[in-house]
């Protein structure tokens, strides 16, 4: 499989992405030709990325990443059900590529497989129920920063960090790792006695794309997942976290500022969860005295992790192109305003919040804020780093909307009030060091820093 294969065979041959997919679909539509078979597609293929490592000359990445665009919608490559509905619409025209954006300058080493070796040989998969796993995506980089960050202030043997994947060699020697699956209800509790765990910092869940596609296993992690680790936490009397999201607002929402307390509605399955999840625990919390904590993050920057196509991930990419290129091309006008975080802030800003005093917290559930720009903010400061910066802007008409309908500015009042939140970078500091993290970045690895 190559990245550079133009819109790929599926896409020729008349694969309808908009019916299998139930794009534009009201939440209350009676859905008749929804399919999960792109994503099935996927998770074969991923069955044989696991099982021949070598083999395959794309990695893990490339396959989360094409699993969430054939929902997100950023690109136009999985819109409309034929070629001949794409060529009437004219999508080639309106919108952009994604085998292209992964060909940029930065983007395509992300996608590639390091181990791979190439072979004429045949490979012949297990299919033995036993050989076959559930494919939920890596470890996440905030929990694997997070858990960084405790280890240096509570000891590196105090900090458990879980997963139901294998971690990477750096991950697995870094502290202690146990295999645990949030749907596994009597392992979870073992675990928590075994090691007399107090705080329990939950980020397991079926992220919005992949959700979509299977509601029933979102239903699973998402909610029930939950619910057992709500159980777990009454049971053992822990000082349980669980994180929200910029998704969990919609289009109803106040936007400029969004307060802590407003109508909310989101139109993912993913949003829903959180919203749940926020209201379960604030219910718990008065019914039962469980410690329960929350935050809503916002769009999050860190260069380690590649940029993935979404609705803020111009604020990764436009810093990669400013040190490759020098040219960026944004898919959002000049003037649209998002709220961002560093991830130090990030982290930050969780461990301050589960270390405050409970008698402090007026709320169960708090926004936290850092910064809030636009596109040619954030270009204009760039400039100051590097001169020759040029910027063009092209609007993609669904990410522009999906931006639209997302606050302009989190209203984190309630959280500098009750708990002290202030954040440490601003657009200038954020600026100077994700510059300096990349050109350092580029440097170990034997690239041009600029």
């Known amino acids: 499989m190559h990245v550079d294969m133009k819109e790929c065979s599926s896409l020729q041959a008349g694969h309808p992405f908009r019916q299998r997919c139930a794009h534009s679909a009201y939440s209350h539509a009676r859905l008749q030709q929804e399919a999960p078979v792109f994503l099935l597609l996927l998770d074969c293929v991923w069955q044989l990325w696991r099982q021949f490592p070598l083999a395959l000359g794309f990695s893990e990445a490339l396959l989360l990443r094409l699993a969430t665009e054939a ?53 012949w998969p297990s299919v033995h129920p036993q050989a076959l796993q559930l494919w939920r995506g890596g470890l996440g980089q905030l929990g694997v920063g997070l858990a960084q960050k405790l280890r ?28 645990a699956d949030v749907l596994d209800y009597k392992h979870l509790r073992e675990l928590i006695v075994n090691y007399r765990v107090t ?45 929200s999201t910029i998704g969990a607002f919609g289009p109803s929402s106040p936007r400029d500022p969004t307060p802590d307390l407003c109508v909310q509605r989101p139109q993912t399955i993913y949003g829903v969860s959180k919203v749940h999840g926020e209201l379960m625990g604030e219910y718990l919390h008065h019914k039962c005295g469980l410690d329960f904590r929350c935050l809503r993050y916002p ?54 919040f589960m270390q ?55 209203d984190d009042t309630n959280a500098r009030r009750d708990w002290g939140w202030a954040s440490a970078f601003k657009l200038e500091e954020l600026v100077s060091d994700i510059l300096r993290s990349i050109r350092d970045k580029r440097t170990t690895d034997g690239l041009p820093a600029s």
Not at 307 to 332: M, R, S
Request: proline share 6%; aromatic share 8%; hydrophobic share 35%.
């Open 152 to 179: 240096k202030q509570y000891g590196i043997d105090n900090v458990i960090l879980s997963d139901i994947k294998k971690p990477s060699h750096h991950v697995f020697t870094s502290g202690p790792f146990v295999y």
């Open 199 to 243: 705080w329990l910092i939950h980020y397991s869940a079926l992220l919005s794309a992949v959700g979509e596609a299977n509601m029933a296993q979102a239903r699973e992690i998402n909610i029930r997942g939950l619910h057992n680790v709500l159980d777990l936490a009454l049971e053992n009397c822990l000082r349980l976290f669980v994180p």
């Open 71 to 123: 929902y997100a919608s950023d690109y136009g490559t999985f819109l409309c059900s034929s070629h001949q509905e794409r060529c009437a619409l004219g999508v080639t025209d309106n919108t952009h590529c994604l085998f292209r954006a992964l060909l940029r300058p930065g983007e395509r080493d992300c996608y590639s497989n390091p181990l791979y070796e190439p072979t004429e040989l045949a490979i």
């Open 356 to 410: 405050a005093p409970e008698s402090q917290l007026s709320l169960r559930t708090y926004n936290i804020a850092a910064m809030s720009f636009t596109p040619e903010e954030v270009a204009q400061e760039i400039r100051k780093h590097v001169p020759h910066l040029k910027v063009t802007y092209k609007p993609d008409v669904v990410r522009q909307k999906i931006a639209d309908s997302w606050p302009m500015r989190f």
């Open 299 to 352: 769009g999050v920057i860190s260069v380690s992790a590649p940029p993935g196509g979404g609705t803020t991930d111009y604020a990764v990419q436009i810093f990669h192109d400013a040190l490759t290129t020098g040219h960026h091309e944004c898919y959002l006008r000049p003037d649209t305003r998002l709220p961002m975080m560093h991830i130090s802030d990030c982290h930050r800003a969780t461990i301050e």
